[in-house]
């Protein structure tokens, strides 16, 4: 029986080692690895915090009417925004992300609408955060 596996938004993040999701897939197309969500609700969840993060963030980038961003630049909406949201939801794992689903369920809960966040609160530590640290 084949397994259903839907789009994750993290997918990135999880595949190298920063965070874990407890939905978290592995599936390869011919020799590349990508990951993915075996769950659709859960996936649908973290596609919401991930699109009020993406539209709330372009002060911060400098991308005012840029559609496609760098990895760089969706890094730092990514994982600065899911470490600023953890920080929010008074959640202390340093700079990394324990389970994805569990915080995102956290944030819904929270903040049944999506658009209260306080998100001003948030971009510090998007603006900040760096993939790689310099020696």
């Avoid at 978290?24 to 197309?29: E, T, W």
């Avoid at 990951?35 to 996936?43: E, F, K, L, V």
């Avoid at 919401?48 to 559609?67: A, T």
């Avoid at 730092?76 to 389970?99: H, P, R, S, T």
């Amino acid at each position: 029986m084949a397994h259903e596996h839907f789009t994750c938004p993290f997918s990135h993040l999880i595949l190298s080692s920063r965070c874990g999701c407890q939905f978290a897939a592995k599936d390869c197309v011919a020799e590349k690895e990508f990951g993915s969500c075996s769950n659709q609700h859960a996936s649908d969840l973290c596609h919401s915090v991930y699109y009020h993060l993406r539209d709330n963030s372009d002060f911060v980038l400098k991308s005012h009417c840029i559609n496609n961003l760098s990895v760089g630049q969706q890094s730092k909406i990514k994982m600065g925004g899911l470490l600023a949201l953890q920080e929010l939801m008074g959640v202390d794992n340093g700079d990394k992300i324990n389970d994805i689903n569990n915080l995102v369920g956290k944030i819904h809960t929270n903040y049944p609408d999506l658009t209260h966040i306080p998100f001003s609160k948030l971009m510090p530590r998007i603006a900040k955060f760096k993939f790689r640290k310099k020696p």
